[in-house]
């Protein structure tokens, strides 16, 4: 994991990068945990090289539930609602560092799976939301290329960017996913 470098970061970034794993307290990338032994849902990438390359071919209190499980016989599929940079009291977190609030995301959606015995490994569908995709997107894709790669997501979920208005002027980003594993775990 070496080969991964950042750009300076702040402090928030790196304690959330740290207390999901992904990095020590200088930064160093440390090694993914272990791909699940569980039985994963099949999944395979679409392709036609006809007309669209992999994508790394390119450059680079509110009334909700914050997921929901649902059985379909052999397959449980779970539905997690958009899911930002707040912690457990229902703040926001990281106001203005983007980078960090996207860290914070992705521990709070890696959460959620834990809870339900799922990982990024059975997530097929993410859809992500930016506050100002002009302005982001770039360090979006960095902190997600190198969390998913960091995971060895492969094939890597189907994925949507969106700009939009967040539900809190201070949020910069928001990923719903969708996860599919066997039944019973």
Same mark, same amino acid.
């Given at each position: 994991m070496s080969e991964l470098v950042f750009p300076p970061m702040s402090q928030a970034e790196l304690d959330e990068m740290? @207390?999901? /794993?992904?990095?020590? @307290?200088? /930064?160093?990338?440390?090694?993914?945990?272990?791909?699940?032994?569980?039985?994963l849902v099949e999944r395979k990438a679409m392709t036609n090289p006809n007309v669209l390359n992999e994508a790394y071919h390119y450059a680079r209190p509110s009334s909700f539930s914050r997921g929901l499980r649902v059985d379909l016989g052999a397959v449980s599929m779970l539905l997690i609602s958009g899911t930002a940079s707040i912690d457990e009291n229902g703040r926001s977190l990281y106001v203005g560092d983007f980078r960090a609030q996207l860290w914070r995301t992705y521990r709070n959606i890696s959460e959620l799976l834990h809870a339900e015995g799922a990982t990024w490994h059975d997530v097929v569908r993410t859809s992500c939301y930016l506050r100002d995709i002009e302005r982001d997107y770039k360090d979006f894709n960095e902190v997600r290329t190198a969390f998913f790669t960091w995971l060895g997501l492969n094939p890597l979920p189907a994925s949507t960017g969106i700009q939009a208005r967040l539900c809190r002027e201070e949020l910069l980003v928001e990923i719903e996913a969708i996860a599919m594993l066997p039944n019973g775990r």
């Open positions: 740290m @207390r999901i /794993g992904f990095a020590d @307290r200088s /930064g160093q990338v440390l090694a993914p945990p272990p791909k699940p032994s569980l039985p």
